[in-house]
């Protein structure tokens, strides 16, 4: 019933996995000059717009976030560099926030870029990385060819380099079905994979042997080096690329030679387990042959296995809430399940991987303590608590998602304090706040920036409150929004 709610991929859960990867970490560059080369869209101009080039980017984008704030320069550094690229091309940008350019080039309302080509026929995901230079690179590569040819040993060095992955089809002539069928995963996997072909397999690094083909072959930095398959039905292979470009262990250590191989550990679907210990450690080396041991047992079991330098994942490890005394721990993801375990040792990886395929593992969710009184007139909500307070009471809730060190959070902070002490005496109004960053949300809120203010009334219908963040605006919201805690609702308590 009205509980359904807005149901979009919570943004902040993007947010929050895209942490995970440094990919994602810019340093902050100085603002942008004019002139503006990024193009600005929106639903009066796009589909015009668009259905008028062959090929643009496009960031959806929305001006609170504190990633798109970082973006923006970058993004407009690049855009100035590849108008001058022969054709010109274009970066543009749509904000998000205006709910009218929902849904434009199949945006789902989540902060994302999106590569659109064919007058707007066919959109793909940007996966390439958020610097400028990095976005010139990658823009252009997206723009050539989606399987650039290999003639010589020259273009073979060129292109082929000893710590990226590289796809390669050997073909005796470049036609035919499974030639076709390359080309259709090229063109699909592009975004994130370098595909190339050639009819000379002696041109290629590491294997001197002579095959001629069809065969698609996956050269990369790791484990056996290269792979090969023949099995040229186009899900064949995109399965056969998907499961090789994985490492048995992937090594998440800073260095960005291994960045795009953390990246393919993240956007692989299969459950991830992770260990974040100190490298430099002298019981790092003992972990690694463990770790390996384990990761070639489960390989088939769809985990995924990283090992990850705490100095290099700072981020993550804040993310998971978990403190330096606990380190190394081992997390595993598992759809939104989580699972930790902190001060692990070398000979407790086995059991612990084991009680998790038995089911017995208890789920680990990041919460703050649960305060002993909370007896101030905003109510602190954690984890632990949200359920209780928000969705199973049937009190009217005003709940602000809010981070203590954000600006626009401390200068709400003194209205939510004037609100809550007015309706101290009410019992049937909780003012409250959550804390995103030291808490899991486990329900699907859209957070577009902070603070985001959600109410749910009484009977349980629950709103974002858009308008101006003063008391009196707060105040007239409850007031016009708030249902009675009638009995006849309490059965929403057994619902739920
Ligand atoms: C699209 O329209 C918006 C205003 O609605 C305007 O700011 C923007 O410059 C237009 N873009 C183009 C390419 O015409
Ligand atoms: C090409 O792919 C299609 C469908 O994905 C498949 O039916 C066909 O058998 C493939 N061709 C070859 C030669 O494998
Ligand atoms: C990692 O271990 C080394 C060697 O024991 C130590 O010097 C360093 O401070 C540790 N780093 C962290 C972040 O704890
Ligand atoms: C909630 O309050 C707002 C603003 O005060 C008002 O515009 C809106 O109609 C109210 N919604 C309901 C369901 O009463
Ligand atoms: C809650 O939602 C229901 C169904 O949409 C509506 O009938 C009811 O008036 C709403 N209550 C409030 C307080 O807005």
């Known amino acids: ?36 080369f990024v193009v600005e869209l929106d639903r009066s101009n796009f589909t015009d717009f668009v259905s008028k080039l062959d090929f643009l980017i496009v960031s959806f984008y929305t001006p609170g976030c504190g990633h798109c704030k970082r973006l923006a320069p970058e993004y407009e550094k690049a855009a100035n560099i590849l108008s001058k690229h022969n054709p010109p091309l274009t970066l543009a940008k749509v904000n998000i926030f205006n709910e009218a350019n929902d849904g434009l080039a199949g945006s789902d309302g989540t902060i994302s870029i999106k590569i ?26 997206q723009y050539g060819p989606a399987s650039v040819e290999i003639n010589t040993l020259e273009d073979a060095q060129n292109f082929i380099s000893d710590n990226k992955i590289a796809i390669v089809g050997i073909f005796p002539q470049f036609s035919g079905e499974e030639f076709e069928n390359y080309t259709i995963l090229a063109k ?26 069809p065969l ?14 023949q099995d040229f039905d186009v899900d064949s292979l995109e399965k056969f690329v998907q499961k090789s470009i994985v490492p048995t262990v992937t090594i998440m250590d800073g260095d960005k030679n291994n960045q795009r191989l953390v990246d393919n550990f993240m956007y692989n679907s299969n459950s991830k387990v992770m ?68 001060n692990v040792e070398p000979d407790e990886l086995s059991p612990w991987l084991k009680r998790y395929k038995n089911r017995e593992l208890e789920p680990y969710i990041k919460s703050e303590p649960i305060p002993e009184h909370n007896d101030e007139p905003v109510k602190v909500v954690v984890a632990h608590t949200f359920q209780d307070i928000v969705f199973k009471s049937t009190k ?13 959070c401390k200068q709400l902070a003194s209205v939510f304090e004037d609100l809550a002490i007015a309706y101290r005496s009410d019992p049937d109004v909780i003012i409250a706040k959550f804390d995103i960053f030291a808490n899991d949300l486990l329900h699907d809120f859209e957070i577009w920036t902070l603070p985001t203010i959600y109410f749910k009334s009484a009977d349980g219908n629950i709103s974002r409150y858009t308008g101006y963040a003063t008391k009196k605006d707060l105040r007239d919201f409850i007031e016009k929004n708030r249902s009675k805690a009638a009995d006849e609702h309490s059965d929403l308590k057994d619902e739920l």
Request: one cysteine or more; aromatic letters at 12%.
């Open 216 to 229: 698609m072959r996956v050269l990369k930095p790791f484990d056996e080096l290269f792979v090969d398959t």
């Open 188 to 213: 699909k996997l592009r975004p994130t994979e370098e595909f190339f072909h050639t009819s000379d397999a002696k041109l290629l690094p590491r294997d001197k042997s002579s095959v001629t083909g």
């Open 1 to 36: 019933m009205a509980m359904a709610m807005a149901s979009a991929i919570s943004l902040c859960f993007v947010t929050l996995f895209a942490l995970h990867s440094s990919f994602f970490v810019l340093t902050v560059a100085a603002t942008s000059d004019n002139p503006e």
């Open 275 to 342: 260990l974040f210990i100190n490298f430099s450690s002298e019981i790092a080396a003992s972990f690694e042959y463990k770790y390996r041991e384990l990761a070639l047992l489960y390989k088939g079991d769809s985990l995924s296995f990283l090992m990850a330098d705490i100095d290099a994942s700072l981020h993550a490890i804040k993310q998971y809430g978990v403190k330096d005394g606990q380190i190394p721990f081992i997390i595993l993801l598992s759809d939104k399940t989580k699972y930790l375990k902190s």
């Open 396 to 408: 009217n809730v005003l709940l602000e998602f809010y981070a203590p060190s954000h600006k626009a």
């Open 116 to 141: 659109v080509r064919e007058g707007g026929k066919n959109v793909q995901e940007y996966k390439g990385p958020l610097d400028a230079d990095g976005i010139v690179e990658y823009v252009k590569r």
